[in-house]
């Protein structure tokens, strides 16, 4: 006699805990920027190239993870979220390790130097912009309680709170982020035009990181809103 | 009437034999399926499950299962059209038996969806339909019956959507879900007491020899509940807040206090599957039971024999002891996203609806009411993912079991009449 009877088929694989483990890849991924940006100040490029082989590491395990659970998304899977907005977050969590490649790949390239002004701010900078990836991992991390709630009442709202946070975590990186272009202006003419150009490149890129972390907390937020 | 005289110890046997198998295909197959929500949600070991299942599906089998049984052995077929040969009555008996419980084995060992009532029905109407005539078969009840298919699933969805939503307000979305849970669940095993013990005692234990004025049942089955619900606020008051429980997952601690209702409504399930489905297997059984020992006459108003329902019983308990124990751990281990307030609001969602119709001596597919309510549970967006497809395909196996089952005992009924005549 065939084992297993078909009421466990009804429970089909479930996308949450694969949407957090793909959130935690992400993160570990980004936290590695913190390193990365302390041995560039250093000037210690072996370090350097640890760290951007690392994150490189880390951003294709969450490319594969990305794609398992597309995978295992079919048709006739019946969520309490819609399909179209789960798979939106995440392609945003997605482009947050995206971006702290393309950090980390410019930077060992062009064996690119910060210039001593912007130090201290950076390191602050890096720092907040984790922070926001971080905030965003905590949200995205109560998506089981969550649905064990239903999506109503008190859970909603702490999910809601966390979200403000994050939007106010990625507010602070973009004054830092004004504060440091600022620094940059008052010393650019000494250092070499290019490498300015993409200093200025990098730091973007740098906010984008907290940019991308804030618009998955919009995306949640969106979900939970229908 | 000379076949019966003849062969009546024969068919005595043959029906004997075809219950037991029938029972032990319904333990060693369906009991899994209701225990699913149960077993899913980690509120019980695999042991516990079984152990519970071979209690409360025996005692709904025996205690509960009377009306359903009248249904299957009377109900269905016209048998004053056969008075002048009840022997046909006999080989349809027997020859739908074998047919249902043919289909299930097929069925089970090819992992298709199957439900043993539609497959009994389905039987009971084919032979009834070609081997007697199209006035055979009671179409009246054969309709109400089809009715109650649609209708218990529905009804179960309905009642479960309602009991998660109580669950959510009372106690999820409050400010101390921990201990408005520990408040609140004893009331809601009450609540279970109270309906399973209601139904059972309202439509008659009166094969038992119980017969109660309708205020004596209210009272037993307040008595019942109370009783569970004191239980209930006993061992509640035992769980001790773990806060490191709580790290993965905020309602850690409120789950552990729904677990304990969650054994509760597991018993519930089993019993009213037991209920209904023992009919499945005993209820042809008790006809040829009745016609032989009265000697033919098809129309005769025996009770049911408490034998009877005893070897339905046993066979499912023997099915499940055997055979069920490995379909209810796979099933329990490829369920990973079910916690004990979701599992409670469908378990006794479906073992209410089951129990009501038990009562009210209908046969429904408890899988399908179970299903209806895993459903009312994900409408109220407390499911993390549910497969649609393989729901569509266990409504839509109707399709297939009904005719399967028809033929099949067309097909054993011409061969029996063609043994015995």
Redesign the interface.
């Given at each position: 006699?065939?084992?297993?009877?078909?009421?466990?088929?009804?429970?089909?694989?479930?996308?949450?805990?694969p949407m957090q483990q793909h959130m935690a890849k992400v993160l570990a991924c980004v936290s590695e920027l913190i390193p990365l940006f302390d041995a560039v100040i250093r000037e210690d490029w072996d370090s350097v190239a640890t760290s951007q082989q690392k994150i490189s590491a880390m951003e294709k395990e969450a490319d594969v993870l990305k794609k398992e659970l597309r995978l295992q998304l079919?048709k006739?899977?019946?969520?309490?979220v819609s399909r179209q907005d789960l798979l939106e977050v995440l392609t945003m969590q997605d482009k947050i390790a995206n971006r702290a490649k393309d950090i980390a790949g410019v930077i060992l390239g062009r064996h690119m130097m910060l210039p001593a002004v912007i130090h201290d701010s950076y390191k602050k900078y890096v720092r907040r912009c984790v922070d926001a990836c971080e905030q965003a991992n905590r949200a995205i991390n109560e998506l089981?309680?969550l649905?064990?709630?239903?999506?109503?009442?008190?859970?909603i709202k702490l999910v809601v709170e966390m979200i403000q946070k994050l939007d106010a975590i990625e507010s602070d990186t973009d004054t830092w982020q004004a504060d440091i272009r600022l620094q940059l202006f008052a010393v650019e003419k000494e250092l070499p035009p290019v490498d300015v150009i993409f200093l200025y490149e990098i730091i973007e890129w740098t906010g984008d990181v907290a940019d991308r972390a804030q618009r998955v907390g919009s995306r949640l937020q969106l979900m939970l809103a229908r | 009437m000379d076949i019966i005289v003849t062969y009546g110890a024969v068919f005595l046997i043959l029906a004997g034999v075809f219950g037991l198998f029938m029972a032990w295909g319904i333990g060693?197959?369906d009991v899994?399926?209701a225990m699913?929500?149960s077993v899913?949600s980690r509120a019980l070991t695999i042991k516990q499950a079984v152990l519970i299942a071979a209690v409360f599906e025996f005692a709904g089998a025996f205690l509960a299962g009377g009306q359903v049984t009248k249904t299957i052995r009377k109900g269905i077929v016209d048998a004053d059209l056969l008075a002048a040969s009840p022997e046909l009555l006999i080989y349809g008996m027997l020859a739908s038996l074998l047919a249902a419980g043919v289909w299930l084995?097929i069925a089970?060992?090819?992992?298709?969806?199957v439900s043993t009532t539609h497959s009994i029905v389905g039987a009971l109407v084919g032979f009834a339909m070609v081997g007697i005539g199209m006035d055979a078969v009671k179409w009246g009840k054969v309709a109400y019956i089809v009715a109650s298919w649609v209708v218990s699933p529905l009804l179960a969805g309905f009642i479960s959507y309602t009991l998660?939503?109580s669950v959510?307000?009372l106690i999820?979305?409050?400010?101390d879900?921990f201990n408005r849970a520990k408040k609140y669940v004893p009331y809601y095993m009450f609540l279970v007491g109270f309906i399973i013990a209601l139904v059972t005692f309202l439509k008659g234990l009166k094969h038992i020899g119980l017969e109660n004025s309708i205020l004596e049942n209210y009272a037993y089955a307040l008595l019942v509940g109370t009783g569970l619900m004191l239980a209930g606020k006993y061992f509640v008051s035992r769980i001790k807040l773990d806060p490191s429980a709580d790290k993965d997952?905020?309602?850690a601690n409120v789950?552990r206090v729904f677990g304990v209702l969650m054994i509760v409504t597991a018993c519930a399930m089993a019993f009213a599957h037991g209920s209904n489905d023992v009919a499945n297997a005993i209820g042809p059984v008790a006809a040829v039971v009745s016609i032989v020992n009265s000697g033919g006459e098809v129309a005769a108003k025996s009770a049911l024999p408490v034998w009877v329902l005893m070897l339905g019983g046993m066979g499912i308990v023997l099915g499940l002891v055997m055979?069920g124990k490995?379909?209810?751990a796979?099933?329990g281990n490829?369920?990973?996203?079910?916690?004990p307030?979701?599992g409670f609001a469908a378990t006794l969602a479906a073992a209410a609806t089951v129990v009501l119709a038990s009562g009210t001596g209908l046969p429904i597919s408890t899988?399908h009411t179970?299903?209806g309510a895993?459903?009312g549970v994900?409408l109220?967006?407390?499911?993390?993912?549910?497969?649609?497809?393989?729901?569509?395909n266990?409504f839509m196996s109707w399709i297939v079991t009904l005719p399967a089952g028809g033929l099949l005992s067309i097909l054993f009924f011409f061969t029996l009449k063609g043994i015995f005549s």
């Open positions: 006699m065939a084992v297993g009877g078909y009421m466990s088929g009804i429970f089909g694989s479930s996308p949450v805990k079919p006739g899977l019946f969520m309490p089981d309680e649905v064990g709630t239903g999506f109503s009442g008190q859970e | 060693a197959n899994a399926n699913a929500t899913g084995l089970s060992k090819n992992g298709w969806p998660f939503r959510q307000n999820l979305n409050t400010d879900p997952f905020h309602y789950e055979y490995r379909v209810i796979t099933v490829s369920i990973t996203e079910l916690t307030s979701r899988t179970l299903v895993v459903l994900g109220a967006r407390g499911m993390e993912a549910l497969n649609l497809t393989v729901v569509r266990i």
